[in-house]
């Protein structure tokens, strides 16, 4: 079945450790996108890529840092440089940047303990 | 800048009762499509529907309807004979090139 990974479902990472939330999909999409949802604020946007080798910041980039070595994968890491990193994060994908619709994993949470 | 809002946060209603979702959107393109998703406690955003800027006609799909009116910004969702099933939270998306924004959601609990 096609669709988007993201593993683990639930992470804990302790303060000052950086951590890596994997996202893969086989939807053969060009675009990959990573939000960020946090209770009463909707999603917002960490980075996107819309191609391989290639990504651009998002709306809240600070203390986050991606790769896109593959076309299938969009690994986040969370780095200690995040001050307040517990939240959901999504995972997206999509044809193209254009304005098609983009196409969810099941999201991770994120605890710092 | 493009901005969605959500000015529900919370909706509560009986099943079988009819419920709007509403949602506003600013944007100075004239190109865009807005959008809606629903996230079940799963957490998954599962994708509802893809209107564009320049088609106004409503939509209705089983107990689901769209309305989108250009004159006021809206794009608002209508459950028809809610059930307990719809209850999760509803996103509302404004996506113009290479942006898509988010509104803050409204978590609709449906109660037996």
């Known amino acids: 079945d096609g669709g988007i990974t993201q593993s683990p479902k639930y992470l804990f990472r302790k303060e000052g450790q950086n951590v890596t939330l994997s996202c893969e999909q086989n939807?053969?999409?060009?675009?990959m996108y990573w939000y960020r949802q946090d209770p009463g604020q909707g999603l917002r946007l960490i980075y996107y890529s819309q191609i391989v080798n290639d990504f651009q910041k998002g709306d809240i980039a600070e203390g986050y840092s991606v790769s896109r070595e593959k076309k299938e994968s969009f690994p986040l890491t969370v780095t200690s440089a995040q001050k307040n990193p517990t939240a959901f994060y999504l995972c997206?994908?999509?044809?193209?940047?254009?304005?098609?619709?983009?196409?969810f994993g099941q999201g991770t949470r994120l605890t710092v303990v | 800048a493009q901005k969605v809002t959500q000015a529900q946060t919370e909706i509560s209603v009986v099943e079988k009762e009819d419920v709007t979702l509403d949602c506003v959107y600013e944007t100075r393109d004239t190109t865009y499509y807005l959008f809606w998703y629903k996230q079940p406690p799963s957490g998954e955003l599962v994708f509802l529907i893809r209107?564009?800027?320049?088609?106004?006609q409503n939509e209705i799909s089983g107990r689901y309807s769209w309305n989108f009116q250009k004159s006021t910004s809206s794009f608002n969702f209508t459950i028809t004979a809610s059930q307990v099933v719809d209850s999760a939270v509803y996103f509302c998306a404004l996506r113009t090139f290479n942006d898509m924004r988010f509104g803050a959601g409204t978590r609709l609990t449906v109660k037996p």
């Open positions: 209107r564009n800027s320049f088609d106004e």
């Open positions: 997206a994908s999509s044809l193209g940047t254009d304005f098609t619709e983009a196409f």
């Open positions: 939807l053969n999409h060009d675009a």
